[in-house]
């Protein structure tokens, strides 16, 4: 052997383990290449790049916008109310065993009442604690919200307000 061939079969074990590392680093040069090939695409067709792009737009959009089939909301179904039965008074959207329920002289003014003053909070029965005894005297639907129903109320509850009459929304009557 001549020390050219011993110099070449070195430098030919030396290459190939760089050839091993190499063929790894293959897979990302493959991406790259894909993409390459691609952004190429945008010089040489661009209506084929842009519908590409487009293409995927409106699948994503298809995808987002498309609806499951989860089932509908529960709605609070009202049961019927019958004038002459007892009822006790109750939040349905309230966990406090504190909270009250807001009864009012007029059927609808609910929603327009400005309770800032405290004298307003304590005065005349118009906060009764929940579970009050209740007898129900009429039931009145509201004009401008076909799923809004008062009821006129009488307290059984002893005390200062037994007798008295008020209006609640049904929904507060259990």
């Given at each position: ?115 800032t003053e405290e ?56």
């Open positions: 052997m001549s020390l050219d061939e011993n110099t070449n079969e070195t430098a030919n074990q030396a290459e190939e383990p760089n050839q091993a590392a190499a063929s790894p680093a293959a897979a990302p040069t493959a991406a790259g290449n894909a993409l390459a090939g691609f952004l190429a695409l945008k010089e040489s067709n661009p209506k084929v790049f842009y519908g590409a792009i487009g293409g995927a737009a409106v699948v994503l959009l298809a995808l987002m916008f498309s609806g499951g089939s989860d089932p509908k909301l529960p709605v609070h179904q009202q049961k019927p109310l019958v004038p002459g039965q007892s009822y006790v008074l109750k939040s349905p959207n309230t966990y406090d065993p504190n909270a009250t329920v807001r009864l009012v002289s007029v059927p609808g003014s609910l929603a327009a009442y400005d309770d004298n307003d909070r304590d005065g005349s029965c118009k906060h009764m604690p929940m579970n009050t005894p209740v007898k129900l005297t009429q039931v009145q639907n509201d004009p401008t919200d076909k799923n809004l129903v008062w009821a006129e109320v009488e307290i059984a509850a002893s005390g200062e307000c037994q007798g008295r009459r008020a209006w609640t929304s049904s929904i507060n009557l259990q």
